[in-house]
């Protein structure tokens, strides 16, 4: 089933599944809609935890695993949430105080001020909590794993700490710090991933072009009928359709995205589409950190120049990629990657 590059030996339809959700994610913070934000908010960060699991090797130690999760995502948290907080302070008045920066490093799911732009941009930079909460499915699953095994045991925990994760935010006055009740349900996810990969289940993430649309219809009006779902803010409204809706539009989008890189393969010009989607999966920390300092400044300029509402959203879309392509030809192919882990 994994068509694996030749050069690299990377799954190359997972990294356009990556940039699939990075894109949504980025069409959520511009604000396209209602409807469209209730859609996304159901699996395109789940997609993320899923991946995650998808790839999760037990044949480094223990040591080596949690040093290379701190350097891919605590250290490049912890710089750019600085960074970006310092040049917002010159900018937005609600980041000129120390509060702000110890939310950063506290609630960081939903205590970092809003810019109340045009479009009610999201807050800034608050997508980057799920830096933190990645980093803490990866820790806590690694030592899970460690102590357990890959057994009943693992199984009964991960299903205990997903629920407490599931239900923290709606029993408790307060938030886990550092997204860290996101990441309990995050686990949850991952798990499925590893215990899908290599077992009969795994067949889903192989499906026929029919199979797939049916499964993405099916989700998508399920998604647009049940309660509102946000892993950010906690809000997982009916538990039980949280889990189907997910997962079936990770395997709808999976299946998808594993078509769209044969579509777009072997062609001139589809050829530079594929090769432009792939980077930005594999590189996609960098849109996820500067994705929405950049919506906001490309919004203030299309204000500027009187173009807004509805007519704006789909420009700011185009330039706002674009500028973020530019980052991450800066970053990734000079010295700065050290800053986001590589």
């Known amino acids: 089933m994994e068509e694996k590059s030749y ?58 695993q949690i040093a290379k999760k701190v350097r891919s995502l605590l250290l490049p948290y912890v710089f750019w949430e600085i960074f970006l907080w ?15 920066l110890q939310y950063i490093f506290t609630e960081n799911t939903y205590k970092i001020p809003i810019e109340n732009g045009t479009f009610g941009i999201s807050p800034i930079p608050g997508a980057m909590w799920f830096l933190t909460a990645l980093f803490f499915v990866e820790l806590i699953y690694i030592l899970l794993d460690w102590v357990l095994g ?17 239900l923290v935010p709606t029993l408790m006055t307060f938030r886990l710090p550092l997204a860290l009740d996101s990441a309990f349900v995050g686990i949850g996810l991952f798990h499925i991933a590893r215990m899908t990969k290599g077992s009969k289940a795994e067949r889903i993430m192989d499906l026929k072009p029919w199979q797939t649309l049916t499964i993405g219809a099916v989700v998508s009006i399920s998604i ?44 001139r010009i589809l050829s530079r589409v594929s090769g432009w989607l792939k980077e930005i ?19 203030k300029g299309m204000d500027m120049i009187g173009i807004k509402g509805i007519v704006a959203k ?18 990734c192919k000079t010295k700065l990657k050290a800053l986001i882990g590589k």
């Not at 934000?37 to 223990?62: C, L, N, Q, R």
């Not at 594999?282 to 490309?298: E, K, T």
């Open 86 to 100: 310092a040049i917002l302070m010159i900018f937005v008045s609600e980041y000129r105080s120390l509060q702000t």
């Open 7 to 64: 050069k690299t030996g990377r799954i190359e339809y997972l990294d356009i599944f990556r940039a699939f959700g990075i894109i949504l994610m980025i069409m959520g913070h511009i604000k396209f809609g209602s409807y469209f934000d209730k859609w996304i908010h159901a699996f395109h960060m789940p997609m993320f935890f899923f991946v995650s699991g998808w790839f999760f090797k037990t044949k480094e130690s223990i040591g080596t």
């Open 314 to 331: 789909m420009p700011i879309l185009i330039f706002t990629l674009a500028i973020l392509s530019c980052f991450e030809v800066l970053i």
């Open 224 to 267: 647009i009928i049940c309660p509102t779902i946000n892993m950010r803010t906690g809000n997982y409204s009916w538990y039980i359709t949280f889990w189907i809706n997910a997962l079936g539009a990770i395997a709808a989008g999976w299946n998808i995205s594993r078509y769209t890189e044969k579509l777009l393969s072997g062609r």
């Open 150 to 166: 890959c057994n009943w045991k693992l199984h009964v925990a991960v299903i205990f700490i997903s629920c407490t994760g599931m």
């Open 281 to 299: 999966g594999r590189n996609s920390i960098v849109y996820l950190c500067f994705n929405q300092i950049v919506i906001l400044a490309v919004t």
